[in-house]
C-alpha cells in the first residue's frame, strides 16, 4: 500500500469525512462520523471490505486532530493522539 503520513484537522458539522487513499484497482477508505471510525477497502470491482472499526463518540462542531499512518501492510489511525485502530493488513495489494 505504499509510506505515507497523513495529519488534518476535521470539525464534523454533518454527517461523515472521508478521506480516500487509491492504489491501483482499490481505495483505502479512512472514515469518521459523530459514532466512530472505520478502515475500509473498495475494489473497483464492486466488493468492499470493513477492514477495522472502533466505536466512539465524536460531537458535532468540535475540531479533532487525525493522523494516519501507514508503513507497508501497517495501518494506525489516531484521532487527538490516541490510537483508535492500529491494523495488518493480509492483502496490501
Not at 489516531?78 to 492483502?91: G, Q, S
Request: glycine letters at 6%; charged letters at 20%.
Amino acid at each position: 500500500m505504499g509510506n505515507y503520513y497523513f495529519e488534518c484537522k476535521i470539525r464534523l458539522i454533518q454527517g461523515d469525512f472521508i478521506s480516500m487513499s487509491e492504489y491501483h484497482q482499490m481505495q483505502i477508505l479512512y472514515c469518521f462520523h459523530p459514532g466512530g471510525v472505520s478502515l475500509n477497502k473498495d475494489y473497483a470491482t464492486g466488493q468492499y471490505y470493513n477492514l477495522a472499526s472502533k466505536e466512539d463518540i465524536f460531537t458535532t462542531g468540535i475540531w479533532y486532530t487525525v493522523k494516519i499512518f501507514c508503513l507497508n501492510d501497517m495501518i494506525k489511525i489516531y484521532v487527538n493522539d490516541e490510537l483508535k485502530i492500529e491494523y495488518t493488513d493480509d492483502d496490501p495489494s
